[in-house]
């Protein structure tokens, strides 16, 4: 029976191949995307296992071993908004744990750096980036090391009276090999929070196989009223109903089957497009994105089989007698049950808003859960939604076209709403990821910091456990050699006050200013401004580090001399430039090398990290809707004209009885355009809905508006399916002539 069934496949006419290379291509596109979604989990652990070593010293990460110590000290650096890791290494013994990506430790004086900082290093003057790393470089990290080709990471040789003496240094006896329990201080490796990105792309899976899979069961349906016919004429000749379900089920495994190995080439040749794309705010090495046999399995078994279930649903109705065909019957009418999935979708997500999960696991599972709920939900309501609207329309309409077109919606909505499914749900992957983003993006886009803000290099002491250790003073030389950066514009030095001179009480904490000479504050405009006749100001740690310019500001007079805040420790240095990056980075190269206890920042610091992973999210997003959008719109057209190859004799008939052609277009354009429209109004909804409760649960943010891309992707998407569905009205014509109204 399978051999009968492959040649009738394979020996239906154009017909038939068009039909198996459409369902094809729809397996392959959905086989290379779901095999590029999984190789980008499997991607995402293997970042996080090469970057654990970076928490060597951190608490509960470092394991003891019967080994000579190693003194370690790390540190996070930036260059131009990029993270720089950097760790100094004092080996006391031969058996001292050597970190992975390393051939032998580097002497004092040496240095080992990855290959995209090595390569940044040739490229830029050494009074910007170099001059922080003492001695030269004899060699590169090797890729075990790095969680990306782009990492900036450098380990620095040093004796073991230099790294003693460094804030927070550790003695260990092995590398980290597991995440730290306490992250607060030391932790550099913690991840790129895996978790939390698998929930992000299982949902984009999701997202992108829904409108492949309806893809396939549309093309599946193609001619499907002709292979109906030819079905029932094999059961009035004997065929057994489980005989024609192989048969149906064999042309559409198939196709499958071919899409499957096509798909795999697909996802051959995404793969280095793939691993440019930093999901994680960083690129992959292609080399990780690689499939584990169970996903392999999991594909090459599943997807035949989901094309074979497709098939057998799609045609399950001439397997109930041999007149099933001639004898056809109106289908029985959705139920308003039908909106049960979708309610309880986003009823689950409301749930998590005042509820929220502790857990990574709990977020993920409850997040996808309830995304993937809404999707189905849409896709399950959907016909109810078409037949209730189009019965509404059809007892308030007296006009031919409309009338015929709405009265076919209401007796079966299923196949009305089965041509727009997967346009509906590209619209809610669409809403609901631009709004998303456009939220995260207004409300991360204030830490860049105001524009006065942006032009400070501000060093301030390595934070810890204990209270940080000070500067006693900043040498002459180091102030002259700041002051002759080109660009420069101004310098504060902001004392300690081991005094408490103007300490206040907020609730239970302390808070102690720091107190910084009237002439300097003065050099430093955005941080605020000394009261009239005032010679020391006493102004709060937070308004210096705020990333808010205070122009403004007036601080309140302390009473002390400016001899005597000039004999205190310095707690800030900060100084102002034209804002031009070479004179920012030269200052933090020189800040970093005069003050090794103190980290040096710029407001753009605090923003690269957030900004990177936003930037990853949305080049996702981007993928997503040039994907979906594609895909539907295929879907819609192959749709359109299976529905008109399965009507052409009806067509003919009304053709014949004198209705004219416009009459036909209009029902066709009706049928199509009123559960598009209807649906995709609820799909937009429900998409605000869902990003609302996803962002104020997860995050926090009230829903912001999206900018006008997503109005004009929404718009184009709308009218570029209403073209779609004009395209294919000159068929009618053609379909449509006395021929096609014979008894077949």
Known sequence: MIAFSLRLAV??????????????????????????????????????????????????????????????????????????????????GPTSPLPPGLGRFPAPGEYYASPALAKLLRETPAVE?????????????????????????????????????????????????ALPTDCEYDCYGAGVHGDALVLV?????????FPV????????????????????????????????????????????????????????????????????????FASDLSLTLPQVAGVVLGVPLAAALAARFALRRVTISPLGVSRRVTPKPPSPWRLAPLVVGLAELGYFVADHP?????????????????????????????????RAVAR????????????????????????VAGLVLALFVTTATLGIMSTINVNRGSIDGAPEVRKAVVATPLLGPERPAVLPSVPDGVTARARAVPGFEGMALLHDNPA??????????????????????????????????????????????????????EWPAAPVSAEEVAALPVFIVYATTDDSQAAKEQLRTLFTGAFPAYVTRMAEDYSSEGQRRVQGWRQLADVVLLTTLPVAGCSLAVSVVAGLSDRRRPFAMLRLTGAPLRLLRRVVGLESALP?????????????????????????????????????????????????????????????GPEAARNG
């Not at 004997?238 to 499957?260: W, Y």
């Not at 309409?397 to 041509?419: E, K, V």
């Not at 904490?509 to 010679?535: F, K, T, Y």
């Open 11 to 92: 020996s239906g006419g154009r017909e038939a191949v068009a039909r198996l290379l459409m369902i094809a291509a729809a397996v392959a596109i959905g086989v290379g995307l779901l095999l590029s979604v999984f190789s980008s989990m499997n991607a995402i652990d293997r970042t996080n296992a090469r970057q654990v070593w970076m928490n060597t010293g951190a608490k509960g990460a470092t394991a003891a071993a019967p080994a000579d110590p190693l003194w370690w000290h790390a540190r996070m650096d930036y260059y131009r908004g990029e993270t720089v890791f950097q760790a100094d290494l004092a080996p006391t």
């Open 129 to 177: 980036l170099g001059d922080r790393f003492p001695g030269r470089q004899v060699g590169t990290l090797g890729e075990d090391a790095l969680p990306s080709p782009d990492t900036l990471a450098v380990v620095v040789g040093r004796t073991a009276d230099e790294v003693r003496a460094m804030p927070r240094a550790a003695r260990v006896t092995s590398i980290a090999t």
């Open 201 to 209: 792309l299982t949902v984009v899976a999701a997202a992108l196989i």
């Open 213 to 284: 899979l309806i893809f396939i069961g549309t093309a599946t349906r193609l001619s499907a009223a002709t292979r109906e016919q030819r079905y029932a004429a094999m059961r009035l000749v004997g065929a057994t109903p489980g005989q024609v379900s192989v048969i149906s089920a064999v042309e559409s495994t198939v196709a499958a089957v071919v899409g499957t190995v096509v798909g795999f080439g697909l996802y051959f040749a995404l793969k280095p497009l793939v691993a440019d794309v930093p999901f994680t705010g960083a690129r992959f």
């Open 358 to 390: 502790k857990t990574t696991n709990g977020q993920s599972l409850a997040y996808l859960s309830g995304f993937v709920l809404v999707m189905l939900g849409l896709v399950i309501a959907g016909p109810w939604l078409t037949m209730a609207t189009a």
């Open 396 to 419: 308030r309409t007296s006009r031919p076209a409309t009338l015929i077109a709405m009265r076919r919606l209401g007796d079966d909505p299923r196949a009305g709403f089965r041509s």
């Open 500 to 553: 408490g001179i103007g300490a206040s009480q907020y609730g239970r904490e302390r808070l102690v200013p720091v107190l910084v000479r009237c002439s300097e504050l003065a050099q430093i405009p955005a941080v605020g401004h000394c009261a009239p006749g005032a010679v020391v100001a006493a102004v709060d740690r937070n308004g210096v580090l705020d990333l808010q310019a205070h122009p403004d500001k």
């Open 676 to 736: 598009l429209l209807v649906v995709s109004a609820l799909a937009i909804a429900t998409g605000f809905a869902a990003a609302a409760m996803f962002l104020k649960a997860q995050m926090g943010y009230d829903l912001v508006s999206p900018d006008l891309t997503y109005y004009a992707l929404t718009g184009f998407g709308l009218v570029a399916s209403l073209g779609i569905i004009a395209s294919t009205l000159p068929l009618l014509r053609r379909i449509t």
